[in-house]
């Protein structure tokens, strides 16, 4: 497993402070978040996913607890649309340049709008997604928020 992927260098970029932790990724799994939440032993409110949507047809990144759903109403409030619907899993991957189980809100090929669910702020570190199945990266909060411009809003239900 490479520990450089673009994310790890969209981190570095930005002068943000990261430890990797690297996980046996299980494909079969019934929730990736959770999964990854188990593997590396952490609650799943502090281990984040990444999910990629499109709000009144715009495409936008959301990252919320790895236990928590997304609320499609709050999301497209966040933004100021009217509808908010999940990107499928290839538009997602184009988006991104990364694969399913594996798209961090770091280093995608095209920046999008991002917003991250608020009660990931009350957590003393977060992880996300590395880059690739199996790796994530440790932060500060509010390092994620200032590192992507994100929208801090409730975005579950």
Not at 23 to 34: K, T, V
Not at 52 to 66: H, N, R
Not at 122 to 145: I, S, T
């Amino acid at each position: 497993m490479s520990k450089t992927t673009r994310a790890t260098l969209a981190l570095k970029a930005a002068g943000v402070a990261f430890d990797l932790v690297a996980y046996e990724y299980d494909p079969d799994a019934d929730s990736i978040g959770l999964q990854a939440a188990a593997a590396i032993g952490e609650p799943p409110s502090r281990v984040l996913k990444t999910l990629m949507a499109e709000v009144d047809g715009k495409p936008v990144c959301v990252v919320v607890p790895s236990d928590a759903q997304v609320s499609m109403k709050k999301l497209a409030a966040a933004f100021g649309g009217k509808a908010a619907a999940m990107m499928k899993p290839p538009a997602a991957e184009r988006l991104t340049g990364f694969v399913v189980g594996g798209i961090s809100p770091f280093g995608q090929k095209r920046k999008v709008p991002t917003a991250i669910e608020e009660s990931a702020l009350l957590e003393p570190y977060v992880f996300v997604n590395g880059g690739q199945r199996g790796l994530q990266a440790k932060l500060l909060p509010d390092d994620a928020v200032a590192a992507l411009g994100a929208l801090v809003a409730d975005l579950t239900m």
